[in-house]
């Protein structure tokens, strides 16, 4: 069975039996205590009762099943990108974006002795962050679930060859010592957060000015069918602020999209774009409408 590192059990289960006082509460989020995502949970509402998983599907799968209201899950990264899985996790988890949240990531390399390393565990969103540092220092990089239970892990193994690449946060938490701060080789790096919940938010409720809605889209199979589905959008006004492919499947012929745009249904331009989309494609989910966190361009 997956499980966290012994030194982050106990927290965990304290987290796991006071969310279980007041699921509605709960922010579910994918990581032990001190990841990013726990940071940007408190981050987005200091109220919640963060209730940590040991990956983005079993914190969906907790939304799902009642056990929070929502769940916090990174899906970009402004220097490594897609946060991998997230494109598949998200629509097959039949929820709905309800909000966003942006975070400055920073990550400090710890460890239970000095050094020098073989090895730093973390997160691959973290590693591929830090990549510049750690080829600098001949550190090879080591994937672990998330970066506060790679740090955990480290604590853990009590071996002087390994360190993590965490928040600074979870150093105190599972008593290592910070080697280095800041070792992300951007430093505006950020993650873009999207919360899911079981209800999508009414459009209705968010001002208009600020309104986002994020759906998925695969485009037939026939020569020209991104820029018919692009002149939906062009023609009827509306910005599209991202646009990303993936496959789904080994057919590799009819490709997916997933899309964020300005706006959400209930304004026209909005309603006849979609409209016009549904017609060009093979399919249209729509994971929901929001406020923007951060105003665009
Ligand atoms: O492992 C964590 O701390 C997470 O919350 C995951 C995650 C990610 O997957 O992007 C979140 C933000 C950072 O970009 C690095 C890692």
Known sequence: MRTFARPAIEMVDSMRQAAATDPARAIAFGGAPGSNSHQAAMQFDPECLPLPYMGFEDAL???????????????????????SDIHFLLPESGLSIVAEHFMRITHALMATGPGPFEAAYSHPQALGQ??????????????HADTAGAAAYVAEMQDPRFCAIAPPMAAELYGLDIIENEVEDAHDNTTRFVVLAKEPRDPAGIEAETAMTTFIFEVKNVPAALYKALGCFATNGVNMTKLESYQKGASFAATRFYADIEGAPGDPRVDTA????????????????????RKRG
């Open 61 to 83: 799968d907790a939304v799902k099943q009642g056990r929070a209201g929502c769940a916090m899950i990174p899906i970009e990264n402004s220097q490594h990108g897609r946060v």
């Open 130 to 143: 830090s990549r510049a540092f750690l080829q600098e220092r001949g550190i090879v990089a080591l994937a």
């Open 274 to 293: 979609l409209e016009e989309l549904e017609f060009q494609t093979n399919d249209v989910r729509l994971l929901g409408s929001y406020a923007q966190a």
